[in-house]
């Protein structure tokens, strides 16, 4: 089989990744912040000519106290993220696009903040990604393909500006539909982690591995 390298603006195709990992793959996804970032981690796998969500973990990093400075929490954060890296090898990296401007209630602070975060996340993805082979590496992005929070919103909840605890429930109604771990009473610690799982869905909706949730479905799963 030939190989062809992923430039700097190009990313693997979910077929071209399923077709290499026998119709597997993995998505992380993040909702970023520098207090208190969630992620997702998702396995999906064909199954009957469908994709099925067949592994999903979700873990968030809370600042340990109100004096850590900037710097300690990029250190855990990163930390963490290089867990994930080494553990779950994705194939797939996506985030929630960091609103820009005052408009939307952003400090300038606040700005510097996730600005900080993003950066580092990005330093770590790129040096994560070099240590594979070539011919690995087509199978896995090295940049963060990002959704804006109104777009996630719209996709898992039919509208853009539902709250969080709308945004959790059209989360649950997906995973009961789609997916196939055992979820438990209460999957989630924190709104963060059930929003890092709304952007992988989200992206999932978007590059059409699953579909919306059709009306008649929408009553069975709430």
Same mark, same amino acid.
């Given at each position: 089989?030939?190989?062809? /390298?992923?430039g700097?603006?190009?990313?693997?195709?979910v077929?071209?990744?399923?077709?290499?990992?026998?119709?597997?793959?993995? /998505?992380?996804?993040g909702?970023l912040?520098?207090?208190?970032?969630?992620?997702?981690?998702?396995?999906?796998?064909?199954?009957?000519?469908?994709?099925?969500?067949?592994?999903?973990?979700?873990?968030?990093?809370?600042?340990s106290?109100?004096?850590?400075?900037?710097?300690?929490?990029?250190?855990?954060?990163?930390?963490?993220?290089?867990?994930?890296?080494?553990?779950?090898?994705?194939?797939?990296?996506?985030?929630?696009?960091?609103?820009?401007?005052?408009?939307?209630?952003?400090?300038?602070?606040?700005?510097?903040?996730?600005f900080? /975060?993003?950066?580092?996340?990005?330093?770590?993805?790129?040096?994560?990604?070099?240590?594979?082979?070539?011919?690995?590496?087509?199978?896995?992005?090295?940049?963060?393909?990002?959704?804006?929070?109104? #777009?996630?919103?719209?996709?898992?909840?039919?509208?853009?500006?539902?709250?969080?605890n709308?945004?959790?429930?059209?989360?649950?109604?997906?995973?009961?539909?789609?997916?196939?771990?055992?979820?438990?009473?209460?999957?989630?610690?924190?709104?963060?982690?059930?929003?890092?799982?709304?952007?992988?869905?989200?992206?999932?909706?978007?590059?059409? /591995?699953? #579909?919306?949730?059709?009306?008649?479905?929408?009553?069975?799963?709430?």
């Amino acid at each position: 089989m030939s190989t062809t /390298v992923i430039g700097l603006e190009e990313k693997p195709s979910v077929n071209e990744v399923a077709a290499v990992q026998k119709d597997r793959f993995t /998505v992380l996804a993040g909702d970023l912040s520098m207090n208190y970032p969630g992620f997702c981690v998702m396995d999906l796998k064909k199954v009957n000519g469908s994709w099925r969500i067949t592994g999903l973990k979700v873990s968030s990093i809370k600042r340990s106290h109100k004096d850590e400075t900037h710097g300690e929490a990029l250190v855990t954060i990163g930390k963490h993220l290089q867990e994930l890296f080494g553990h779950e090898m994705p194939n797939f990296l996506v985030r929630e696009k960091a609103l820009v401007g005052q408009r939307n209630g952003f400090t300038p602070q606040n700005q510097m903040a996730i600005f900080k /975060v993003v950066g580092v996340i990005d330093i770590l993805t790129t040096i994560w990604w070099r240590k594979f082979t070539e011919s690995d590496r087509q199978y896995r992005s090295r940049q963060w393909s990002e959704i804006a929070a109104t #777009t996630v919103k719209k996709l898992i909840t039919g509208q853009g500006k539902a709250d969080k605890n709308e945004v959790a429930e059209g989360v649950m109604k997906y995973l009961k539909l789609y997916c196939d771990v055992d979820l438990g009473d209460e999957p989630f610690d924190n709104d963060n982690e059930s929003d890092a799982t709304a952007v992988a869905l989200a992206w999932l909706l978007s590059k059409g /591995v699953i #579909t919306p949730i059709k009306e008649e479905e929408n009553l069975k799963c709430g």
